[in-house]
């Protein structure tokens, strides 16, 4: 029964991944995000997400597309200018908390 128990082995990682999606974020995680972002990203996206004319509305990113935002935000994505150059890991992971938890949605 070695393929049986190789199916319950996925069914298992993937329900474990899917709950690993439900961060949880310190308030000076998202305090750090949210002053980045204020700086840096409101010019587009507008203050605190709330008025992102022609850009991306944030408060409508997919919480659960987390390496997609890190993409985006290191690499840019059409008329957005990358960001990794500018900010570390850890500043693009305080970002994501910012956008997932910051403002009520
Ligand atoms: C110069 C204006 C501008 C600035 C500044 C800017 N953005 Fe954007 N952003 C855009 C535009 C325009 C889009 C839509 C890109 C598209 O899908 O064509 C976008 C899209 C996005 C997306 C969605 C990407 C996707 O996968 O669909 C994210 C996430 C994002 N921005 C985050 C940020 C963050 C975080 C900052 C600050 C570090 C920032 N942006 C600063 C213009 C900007």
């Known amino acids: 029964m070695v393929s049986h128990n190789l199916l319950v082995g996925c069914v298992l990682t ?57 993409n985006s935000v290191t690499n840019g994505k059409n008329s957005m200018p990358p960001w990794g150059g500018l900010f570390n890991a850890d500043d693009i992971e305080a970002l994501w908390a910012y956008v997932v938890a910051g403002e009520k949605k």
């Open 14 to 70: 993937l329900a474990s991944a899917s709950a690993g999606a439900q961060e949880t974020f310190t308030p000076e995680r998202i305090k750090q995000g949210a002053t980045n972002y204020s700086q840096n990203c409101a010019p587009c996206h507008g203050p605190r997400m709330s008025d992102p004319q022609g850009a991306f509305d944030l408060r409508t990113f997919p919480p659960d597309q987390k390496s997609r935002f890190l």
